[in-house]
Nanobody, 124 residues
Framework: QVQLVESGGGSVQAGGSLRLSCAAS????????MGWFRQAPGKEREFVAA????????AYADSVKRRFAISRDNAKNTVYLQMNNLIPEDTAVYYC?????????????????WGQGTQVTVSS
């Protein structure tokens, strides 16, 4: 089993930055593609970013391209989401997820393990 714990969320003004971390425990996730998803109040969970197991491939939602960057440190069993130039529409609970494949996916249905989420609030 894999346990995922997100951290780094908080409140920030528009234009600010935050760095989310997702620490995995239980076993290594070096062979797992990882993803970040978010859910705003009253909305469905949506894809934000994903990274392949080796880190060579990444994917982003159009709404966060050129503002967010996903990365991973397999030696630390940790995945990161650097969020820059935040806007109020980025306000949501952000979830980290792992899937049982080395290939990344943008579909939440293909992810097997999920963290509890971390709140990100962006004020204007």
């Amino acid at each position: 089993q894999v346990q995922l714990v997100e951290s780094g969320g908080g409140s920030v003004q528009a234009g600010g930055s935050l760095r989310l971390s997702c620490a995995a425990s239980g076993r290594t996730v070096s062979r797992n593609a990882m993803g970040w998803f978010r859910q705003a109040p009253g909305k469905e969970r949506e894809f934000v970013a994903a990274i392949s197991a080796g880190g060579g491939s990444t994917a982003y939602a159009d709404s966060v391209k050129r503002r967010f960057a996903i990365s991973r440190d397999n030696a630390k069993n940790t995945v990161y989401l650097q969020m820059n130039n935040l806007i109020p529409e980025d306000t949501a609970v952000y979830y980290c997820a792992a899937r049982s494949s080395v290939l990344l996916s943008t579909s939440s249905f293909t992810y097997n393990y999920w963290g509890q989420g971390t709140q990100v609030t962006v004020s204007s």
